[in-house]
């Protein structure tokens, strides 16, 4: 029985990876047709060093990341706290409201949000990126962190007032520091949705400026290299270890909360 | 120089259209230990959490010290507290718990490091400052608690269950270090327990409440042997109620007339340790008041026996009883119950 779970989880990891590994192995094959047998080259790694297109466009990706992420932690951790703590009208009706551009499709959200942003002048580029970017991510980071904000027990901030904290003095002394690791988990995933992020990125970048996927669907709409493989590899490689923190933080988190 | 260390005026309290307190009028003495006492639901932690500041009453005035803190926030009131899960910073050491309130009244350096390590001495954990909480045992960390709260020297010292968390042994540990930490350090002290036996042992002064009412006040031991109504009697330690008629010299029961100190009223009380257990044919000699009544139930328990008993009329009744000699009574043997009127407490019900 443990013998059939284990090949059944091995067999759904394959299922999850083997495309994915392929491809990475395929980066580092010398033939450009996808020849076997396998032979190791870097070349396809040292091409994309020269290849402005692509590093410009892995820069916008990189920037719009960053920017997506200090930006929807910030506001998403204020929307959290002030959903987790304080006590107004309301406040169930929008929490739960929320969670929908979850689930709406990127297409609809992408539509609407070129629609919206062409109507109020925004338009297109890396502006309206950024600002479709942090819309997607504030929803995941108010998850992230509401669930670290439960986790630190409301006693503490009223024990600190009772030493002589004011309110904003007791959530920045004891509240943060122990909802640190959600709030750190949250950016990371903030920063790994912005840079998968695909559709909305299409629909909003410029023909100038694009981010790494859309310049990599580019590209493959002319036709498949090994340098596309490298490239991918490279973002595969990235976001993996950004959520491969975000889950190591999150249980860290929970496992200071549960002291 | 004030005679109270702090003044509760006409405080008033509703949740949504439920009382939760109703016209507390309270004074704490300067340097008292006053137990705010009675069961889940009764008001009393609502009371401690408006004097700390943590809730706001709907009428009524708060003073603590000279000032009137009525509209004062927690921070500005200069109060210690200690919470009943102790609610130590997680992230902090020990030494660091301790300094948190000192930092925030500007105190650093030789005076902040000489006062922790006073503190510690006084609590008997002066090897654990640079350790974590939850390095802790429990009864550690209810210390820490309590010398985070008592080093700011606040002006009253606010205790919410502090115990309830310990196991029965610590318990009693911790009452006894407490007591001589408060008597130490002179503090004002208000301790909230549903413990009756805590806020006997504790306290100078014990506040009973019942659904948002102070319903008596007193020394434990005024209260422990004059209840004036039938719940502090209850609620504070076991007693037998008994019911009649008021008739000339006292209350008629059944057949018999029970004798009372101080003015008859229908419903009277008995410590159950108060009454002797005389089997048939002993003496009745001495005894103000007597009342038949048959074995039910015997509870042996080494030092001290417990008799339920029935009274003529079928009223439930306990006798406690110190194993000083003989043989215990037999289930279903019938006795006679003796006591004095100086024991017989009216109550109202």
Redesign the interface.
């Known amino acids: 029985m443990k013998l059939l779970a284990r090949g059944f989880i091995l067999l759904v990891l394959i299922f999850l990876y083997l495309p994915i590994a392929v491809m990475a192995l395929m980066a580092f094959n010398a033939s450009p047709l996808y020849a076997l047998p396998f032979q190791f080259s870097t070349e396809w790694f040292e091409a994309l060093a020269t290849d402005d297109v692509l590093l410009t466009a892995a820069r916008n990706s990189a920037l719009i990341a960053v920017a997506t992420a200090v930006l929807a932690t910030l506001l998403g951790t204020a929307a959290a706290v002030a959903l987790h703590r304080a006590r107004f009208p309301g406040r169930d009706t929008l929490r739960v409201l929320l969670l929908p551009p979850i689930a709406i499709p990127w297409l609809i959200t992408g539509t609407a949000m070129l629609l919206f942003f062409f109507w109020t002048g925004i338009g297109r580029g890396l502006h309206a990126m950024l600002i479709g970017h942090v819309a997607l991510a504030i929803p995941y980071v108010v998850l992230v962190v509401n669930t670290g904000l439960s986790g630190v027990r409301r006693d503490l901030e009223e024990a600190a007032k009772s030493l002589g904290s004011t309110p904003l003095h007791a959530f920045f002394a004891v509240t943060l520091p122990l909802l640190l690791p959600s709030v750190i988990a949250a950016a990371l995933f903030a920063f790994a949705v912005s840079l998968d992020q695909f559709v909305i990125s299409y629909f909003l970048a410029t023909p100038g400026v694009v981010t790494l996927p859309v310049q990599i669907y580019a590209a493959i709409r002319k036709g498949f290299t090994p340098e596309i493989n490298a490239i991918s590899t490279i973002l595969l490689g990235v976001s993996m270890i950004v959520i491969l923190g975000f889950a190591w933080l999150s249980k860290a988190g929970g496992a200071l909360e549960r002291r | 120089m004030h005679l109270s260390a702090v003044d509760v005026t006409a405080v008033g309290k509703s949740y949504g259209g439920a009382r939760v307190l109703d016209n507390i009028h309270a004074q704490f003495r300067e340097g008292s230990f006053t137990s705010l006492l009675g069961p889940s639901g009764s008001g009393k932690t609502t009371l401690l959490r408006i004097i700390?500041g943590?809730v706001a009453p709907d009428t009524g005035r708060v003073r603590i010290g000279a000032q009137d803190v009525t509209t004062v926030?927690?921070?500005?009131r200069?109060?210690?507290?200690v919470?009943q899960?102790y609610?130590?910073?997680?992230?902090m050491t020990v030494a660091d718990n301790i300094a948190?309130?000192l930092h925030?009244?500007g105190i650093r350096g030789a005076e902040l490091q000489r006062r922790v390590a006073d503190v510690l001495a006084m609590v008997k954990l002066g090897d654990f400052a640079q350790r974590l909480?939850?390095q802790l045992s429990g009864g550690q960390q209810q210390r820490v608690a309590l010398a985070?709260?008592i080093v700011?020297n606040p002006t009253v010292l606010?205790l919410d269950e502090p115990l309830s968390a310990l196991d029965r042994r610590l318990r009693q540990e911790m009452q006894v270090e407490l007591r001589r930490i408060q008597r130490d350090s002179g503090l004002t002290t208000i301790f909230v327990t549903h413990d009756q036996e805590e806020a006997l042992t504790l306290s100078d002064h014990v506040a009973i409440l019942d659904r948002g009412r102070i319903v008596q006040e007193g020394a434990p031991i005024a209260i422990y042997e004059r209840p004036t109504s039938r719940f502090a009697a209850a609620f504070l330690g076991d007693a037998n109620f008994l019911s009649g008629r008021v008739v000339e010299g006292g209350l008629q029961v059944g057949t018999q007339t029970i004798r009372i100190s101080g003015t008859v009223t229908p419903t009277v009380a008995v410590r159950p340790e108060k009454m002797t257990l005389l089997p048939e044919g002993a003496s009745t000699d001495g005894f103000d008041n007597l009342l038949p009544a048959t074995v039910r139930q015997v509870v042996y328990a080494g030092a001290a026996t417990t008799y339920l008993l029935d009274g003529a009329d079928g009223t439930p009744l306990r006798v406690f009883a110190q194993n000083r000699e003989g043989t215990p009574a037999e289930p279903g043997s019938r006795v006679t119950l003796g006591w004095s009127a100086a024991h017989t407490i009216p109550v109202t019900d």
């Open positions: 700390a943590f926030p927690v921070h500005a200069n109060i210690g507290m919470f899960s609610a130590l910073f997680p992230h948190f309130g925030r009244r909480p939850k985070r709260a700011i606010l």
